[in-house]
């Protein structure tokens, strides 16, 4: 096995590559699940539960199915119901508004029962159970530890003491879940917006009980993820069904609100902390109890103590059920909210201990490459103008904040490819991965013709189904990692195969010929060109089909960010105006794809830190914000400047970078608007009525 | 979506009748909110009536008696328009409605009688007040959103940026009805829940809004718009003001103030107008006036913070509008 070539040899990858499927997508060519349309096809909708609880007693779709244009409809989809949004009934029509119409001639009688929505209540004792054994609701219990706690704190010359909590956020995905299904004989094909053609080939074909290769799933191209479509959801069965029963293909794309019930989230988490460290600067003890929902779901846990070296730590958690759909993974599972929180309190030991907080930082976290990165990032941000917090003065005022994070991102070692040369030269290679918005094409593309010494328009990549080579899930950032190197070994012994047929067909040893740049240099009978040389194949095709191997990979990066905010202290209004990323992901695949990575891991912190938050009514269990109206996203004129620094460990190999720039700027801009307003607000996120409340409180002392 | 017959009608006059004779009605212009409503199923009309043909609804023409423009203006025509530059802040408050894609199918009558953007109104699944249903949402609910002045029995906040500058500017609007024609203040055109808490506004089944009037005597105020929203890229009003007044050396006259987004109409600031009259706005007599007209507030469990940025927004509008 060849290494990765060294930087200045590569002319694709380590380079900004523009997205091969660019055109396609500006121009409107390239079909997301959404675009496709089949002959007959009808659409699907799920009738959802309007209570949050509730049994099933009775599901009548006489009249539904006498509608006209009615071509199937499935009753009782379960026997209870745990949550506003759960599925009850389908329908498939030949259209959507006949579909929607007949979900209103469904009559469902329930028996109610008793709910809760709010974490806070639910694990009280005698509060209304989501499933029933589990008394106070509480799902999964975490309790670790490390040294002595107690000696800890008795140690400490500062102690703080807080609760931080977040809301629950939502993936919201531009293309919301949905698939199209159509039946060929016995076979399923599955057009499914997915972070997983494999995973949802195995899950479905479980499901419905059927052979896995009788169910064949496509995503040639889908509009994010974060997580939430790492594998099927009841959606994908109930539409494979109504078209077997229609017997018809059947489109069911998920609606925004059903997407924000349904379908997943990110769990809240609330995280009772203390915090101790010596006068100079030591931290001491850590400990935290939290608790947090991820609904009907678990998953709500979050990695403390994070990034800081605490030698005594102590915590505790509960997953708390409530009446909600369940979370599902969102870009760097629980690692913001630790962020979250652990930043803030950072931030409040440093300013009582009056140490920079940046220093503070540089003195307690062991990782040599954030070491680094915090000054390469603060040389970068000017983190020296930093003022002391709460000094600004007039009608908007500055802050400045920092935060950092960590996570793995490698490889996945059953990962495969096929690369194949053609008599003709022409060259393609199949992965059975899938480009959920981040640019696989383009990546799978360029490290196969960078092999090869090819041009990008001379190989073709073929990914997104699932009848190819097993590739990972989309999740984890894990697919570079996964994919790059299989992409490479593939190639490289599909050009050994090559050279191999071209010396015997030329006489000399294959070692005696030189390739480079489309040019075979055979001793004594000078140049041919790649097409000549494949006319040796003789009307065979090479294919060579390889597994990942350890060594141009790795797991495990480290990163921060610097933000700076302004504040309207008449509106309460925080503008991020400037971002400073700094971030390793190993050997950087793609420059230009890899930057929009973090710009969009920021995008997001931004979000969560300052708009994001789903409701949940205390009284009826309905989702009141359930649309991109009221449940905010920030948008073009909420972007600040963004500047991204990869911080160089190329020799590592490749490194995921999906979640590491989605974690640290979320304490980075709360620690901002605390420095800002010297006022800290303890809840996400963080809007204009809370930063007005705050200023009042600190007006009134 | 429930099946409708689509109406043209072929002229103003024809439309009233169609109102009254249809068991429930929907007047259709630009269908940035119609629509909305048609899909979420809070409004299911039997007719839609289309006023998108009717081009004698949409113009703007100004006079020496002051700027008419008709209901069926784009809000993106009035922005370009010549004649409405002559009233700086009513440019500005239609500049600041929605985004450029609402403003370019939006119309001035559309925005004037919109529905309200309440979570509980617009959702199906709660049988809300508004609708019909025996209970406001919003008072033990999510209600960081809604009024703090004006609300019982239904808390909405009327969301249109263009009422309260038309209040400001004592603008009039003209209503056609199986009747004929009507004139009403647009100081008077908006109705609170007490009053009838199925409405925003005093059109009758079959009315509709024709044109709005804004009388000359508005091109001698100085006007100012400010709106604020939690996200600057697409947001409704979380609190705004309408500010215009004749400005006599430093001195204030003819003040006239309105504010969106705390009560379930445009809210004209009586009190803080008389205290403001014939006054030097300094910082702190602003806030005093601001403080008096919402001294009655009643603020929700989540909205407490509406006062101080009323205040602050005040503050603001007419420390821009003595500035400009």
Known sequence: ?701 | MKPFEYVNPKDIKSVPKILAEAERALLFAGGTDALARMKEGIDRPDVVVNLKKLTDLAFIKSDRKGLRIGAGALLADIIASKDAQACPGFVEAVKSVGTIQLRNMGTLGGNLCQRPRCWYYRSARFDCLRKGGDTCFAIYGDNKYHCIIGGDPCYIVYPSDIAPMLIALRAEIEVVGLKGKRRVKADDFWVLPAQDPYKENILQNDELVTQVFIPASARALKSHYVKFRERDSFDFAMVSVAVAARLDGERLTDVRIAYGGVAPKPWRAVKAERALEGQVATEERVLAAAATEFANAEPLEQNEYKVILAKNLLKRALRELVAA
């Open chain 1, 1 to 701: 096995m060849a290494p990765w070539k060294k930087l200045d040899e590569m002319s694709l990858v380590h380079k900004e590559v523009t997205r091969i499927d660019g055109a396609l997508k500006v121009t409107g060519a390239a079909q997301y699940t959404y675009d496709i349309q089949r002959p007959g096809m009808l659409y699907g909708r799920i009738l959802r539960s309007v209570h949050p609880h509730a049994r099933v007693l009775s599901v009548d779709t006489s009249k539904a199915e006498a509608l006209s244009g009615v071509r199937a409809v499935l009753g009782a989809i379960k026997d209870e119901v745990n949550f506003v949004g759960d599925d009850v009934a389908a329908v498939a029509a030949v259209s959507e508004e006949i579909a929607q119409e007949a979900l209103r001639l469904i009559e469902v009688q329930y028996e109610v029962l008793p709910f809760t929505v709010r974490e806070s209540e639910a694990k009280k004792e005698g509060a209304p159970q989501v499933f029933s054994g589990r008394p106070n609701n509480i799902g999964n219990h975490d309790e670790r530890s490390e040294g002595e706690v107690e000696k800890g704190f008795a140690e400490a010359d500062v102690i703080i003491e807080h609760t931080y909590h977040l809301n629950v956020q939502l993936h919201t995905p531009l293309e919301p879940h949905g698939c199209v299904c159509e039946w060929r004989g016995e076979d399923l094909y599955m057009w499914d917006s997915t972070q997983g053609v494999h995973s949802t080939r195995g899950g479905v074909a479980r499901a419905l009980e059927m052979p896995e290769n009788q169910v064949h799933v496509i995503t040639h191209h889908m509009g994010g993820g974060f997580g939430s479509k790492l594998s099927p959801k009841s959606y994908n069965i109930i539409c494979a069904r109504l078209a077997k029963k229609a017997g018809a293909p059947v489109k069911l794309m998920l609606d925004r609100e059903e997407e924000m019930l349904a379908v997943g989230n990110r769990p809240s988490s609330w995280q009772k902390i203390k915090m101790g460290a010596k006068k100079d600067g030591t931290l001491t003890a850590f400990q935290m109890e939290s608790f947090g929902t991820a609904g009907i779901g678990g998953g709500a846990g979050v990695p403390q103590p994070y990034i800081y070296n605490f030698p005594n730590w102590k915590v505790s958690h509960d997953d708390v059920h409530i009446n909600a759909g369940a979370a599902a993974p969102m870009r760097a599972p629980g690692h913001p909210q630790a962020n979250f929180a652990m930043e803030s309190a950072m931030d409040e030991l440093a300013d009582k201990l009056g140490i920079d907080p940046l220093e503070f930082r540089l003195k307690n976290d062991a990782n040599s490459t954030r070491q680094q990165e915090y000054k390469i990032g603060a040389e970068k941000f000017g983190w020296g103008n930093r003022k002391q917090s709460g000094s600004g003065t007039g009608l908007k005022v500055t802050g400045l904040g920092v935060g950092s994070g960590r996570w793995g991102g490698g490889g996945n070692n059953r990962t495969e490819a096929i690369v194949n040369i053609y008599p003709d030269g022409a060259v393609d290679v199949k992965i059975g991965t899938q480009d959920i918005g981040v640019g696989t094409w383009t990546i799978v593309a360029a490290v196969l013709a960078e092999e090869l010494e090819l041009e990008l328009v001379d190989v073709k990549p073929m990914i997104g189904e699932s009848d190819f080579p097993w590739a990972p899930a989309s999740g984890g950032s894990t697919t570079a990692p996964s994919v790059t190197p299989t992409v490479k070994l593939a190639a490289e012994a599909a050009k050994k195969k090559l050279l191999e047929v071209v010396a015997e067909e030329y006489g000399v040893k294959p070692e005696e010929i030189r390739y480079g740049k489309k040019k075979f240099t055979i001793p004594g009978q000078g140049e041919i060109g790649w097409k000549t040389a494949c006319a040796a194949l003789n009307g065979k095709a090479i294919s060579e089909k390889v597994q990942w191997a350890e060594g141009l990979s790795s797991s495990g990066t480290a990163g921060c960010q610097f933000a700076e905010v302004e504040v309207d202290t008449e509106t309460g209004r925080v503008q991020v105006k400037r971002m400073v990323a700094v971030q390793d992901c190993g050997l950087v695949v793609n420059l230009l794809t890899a930057r929009s990575q973090v710009n969009g891991g920021m995008i997001g912190e931004i979000g969560y830190s300052l708009f994001e938050n789903r409701l949940l009514d205390h009284d009826t269990g309905i989702m009141p914000n359930a649309d991109l109206e009221n449940y905010k996203i920030p948008g073009a004129l909420e972007m600040p400047d963004f500047d991204v620094t990869f911080y160089d460990e190329h020799e590592r190999g490749v490194i995921g970078l999906g979640e590491p720039p989605a974690i640290p700027g979320v304490g980075a801009i709360a620690n901002a608007v605390a420095n800002a307003i010297g006022a800290r607000i303890y809840e996400l996120p963080i809007t204009p009525d809370k930063v007005l409340m705050a200023l009042a409180g600190r007006k009134e002392g």
